[in-house]
């Protein structure tokens, strides 16, 4: 079964820091590869998708890279704000069989930008 | 901009009692998904819908939860009886034909409380 691990599991910066957040999964047959914003209590955004075939995407303040014969992936956010602050969750699609476009959730990364 | 809308928003009720849930997926959206996502981690896929049709239902616990899509738009996910550990929030989201390059969009959540 595919495993998705999120590291670390929370962070505290400054405003205006660049920082980045890791995910890593155990099955490198992935058809894509997503990260997610959630704020408290409510449901999930979709940031940036890569595909198993691209290397990374950007977004304004945001890229992501994926690795995908090494299992990883990093969301880099550059300048951090307050409104950052959410909770980043990182999901890989299955590529075959019964996991075929099905996603697989880390725990996320709980985000905290201060003034 | 169309959102997925679920009601209600929030809900307490005991053991052994019946809740439902209910989704109205993006207009167009022909696959709609259930998700549940237990505090602190990442959410996990209950049931997956391809029109009205059930494509993926493996991790649905079948003895107390059910799902339908009758008309293939909006769908129920109900729980009797709710246990303790059944406390989470259920999110639903829908894509528009559940292609494997397609992003899903999240609605807002139900978050359940068994007492």
């Known amino acids: 079964k595919q495993e998705v691990t999120q590291i670390p599991a929370a962070l505290s910066v400054p405003e205006g820091e660049n920082l980045v957040l890791n995910c890593s999964f155990t099955?490198?047959?992935?058809?894509?590869l997503q990260w997610f914003r959630q704020d408290p209590g409510k449901g999930l955004t979709s940031l940036l998708l890569?595909?198993?075939?691209?290397r990374e995407q950007t977004s304004g303040r945001l890229n992501a890279s994926l690795d995908k014969s090494s299992g990883r992936s990093t969301l880099y956010i550059a300048a951090s704000q307050p409104g950052d602050s959410a909770t980043y969750l990182c999901a890989v699609s299955g590529e075959r069989g019964s996991t075929l476009g099905r996603l697989y959730f880390g725990r996320g990364t709980q985000l905290t930008v201060w003034p | 901009e169309a959102e997925v809308a679920q009601s209600p928003r929030y809900k307490i009720t005991e053991k052994s009692q019946a809740v439902a849930f209910w989704c109205d997926p993006i207009?167009?959206?022909?696959?709609l998904y259930w998700y549940r996502q237990i505090l602190g981690q990442g959410p996990e896929l209950l049931v997956q819908?391809?029109?009205?049709?059930?494509?993926?239902d493996s991790q649905l616990p079948k003895d107390r939860f059910s799902a339908e899509r009758l008309k293939g738009v909006d769908s129920t996910l109900k729980i009797q009886p709710a246990e303790l550990g059944d406390s989470a929030m259920y999110l639903c989201?829908?894509?528009?034909?559940?292609?494997?390059?397609?992003?899903?969009?999240f609605g807002p959540g139900t978050r359940l409380l068994v007492l």
């Open positions: 890569i595909q198993s075939s691209q």
């Open positions: 207009s167009g959206h022909a696959t």
């Open positions: 819908f391809q029109d009205e049709s059930v494509v993926d």
């Open positions: 989201a829908s894509s528009r034909q559940g292609a494997r390059t397609e992003t899903q969009y």
């Open positions: 099955d490198s047959a992935i058809y894509n």
